[in-house]
Nanobody, 122 residues
Framework: QVQLVESGGGLVQVGGSLRLSCAAS????????MGWFRQAPGKEREFVAA????????RYTDSVKGRFTISRGNSEKMVYLQMNSLKPEDTAVYYC???????????????WGQGTQVTVSS
């Protein structure tokens, strides 16, 4: 397993941008698929974006396509989520996750970070 720590959350106005970072520690980071999920109050944790081990395969949920970009740097063991044109409905705790394969189901991920709060104010 890998240990994951998210950072970069905060308060931003509608239309603004944030860049979330996820720092990984442990062995074999480059072999993991990485995902970002989010959970708003009273709602289920939902898939946002995922990237496979070498960045060749990327997926997004429809609501963030064209606004969010996931990327990774295997040498520095980092995963990023660039979020642009933020909307109030993007407000949630954002979690980084590691799994064997790229997928949209949270059950496919073995390791999770503690989450970082993103609040978009109108």
């Amino acid at each position: 397993q890998v240990q994951l720590v998210e950072s970069g959350g905060g308060l931003v106005q509608v239309g603004g941008s944030l860049r979330l970072s996820c720092a990984a520690s442990g062995r074999s980071f480059s072999s993991y698929a990485m995902g970002w999920f989010r959970q708003a109050p009273g709602k289920e944790r939902e898939f946002v974006a995922a990237i496979n081990w070498n960045g060749a395969n990327i997926r997004y949920t429809d609501s963030v396509k064209g606004r969010f970009t996931i990327s990774r740097g295997n040498s520095e063991k980092m995963v990023y989520l660039q979020m642009n044109s933020l909307k109030p409905e993007d407000t949630a705790v954002y979690y980084c996750a590691a799994g064997r394969f790229i997928e949209t189901n949270r059950r496919g991920y073995d390791s999770w970070g503690q989450g970082t709060q993103v609040t978009v104010s109108s």
